[in-house]
Nanobody, 121 residues
Framework: QVHLVESGGGLVQAGGSLRLSCAASGRTFSTYTMGWFRQAPGKEREFVAAINWSGDNTYYADSVKGRFTVSRDNAKNTVFLQMNSLKPEDTAVYYC??????????????WGQGTQVTVSS
């Protein structure tokens, strides 16, 4: 079992930055791939970024490459999503997930409650 809690969302102007945090707990949480997804109003949930706890591999959607960075702090059982150069199209609810997948939501078994990110122009 893995329990996930996201935090760090908010309102920011275009060009600004936010850092999202996802605190994880569970007996075998360190064996899971951790992913970030987002869902904007009227759109399907889409992959944003992922990181493997067992290695140093990271993955990003083309839309966020060069602007977002996913990282981990295993001592704190936490993963982060640093978001720079934010654009209005980044506005969405952001979700943290744990599982065996990388870029597909079907590969993740556990999900956080989500945190709202709003970017104004």
């Amino acid at each position: 079992q893995v329990h996930l809690v996201e935090s760090g969302g908010g309102l920011v102007q275009a060009g600004g930055s936010l850092r999202l945090s996802c605190a994880a707990s569970g007996r075998t949480f360190s064996t899971y791939t951790m992913g970030w997804f987002r869902q904007a109003p009227g759109k399907e949930r889409e992959f944003v970024a992922a990181i493997n706890w067992s290695g140093d591999n990271t993955y990003y959607a083309d839309s966020v490459k060069g602007r977002f960075t996913v990282s981990r702090d295993n001592a704190k059982n936490t993963v982060f999503l640093q978001m720079n150069s934010l654009k209005p199209e980044d506005t969405a609810v952001y979700y943290c997930a744990a599982g065996m997948g990388i870029a597909t939501s079907k590969g993740y078994d556990y999900w956080g409650q989500g945190t709202q990110v709003t970017v104004s122009s």
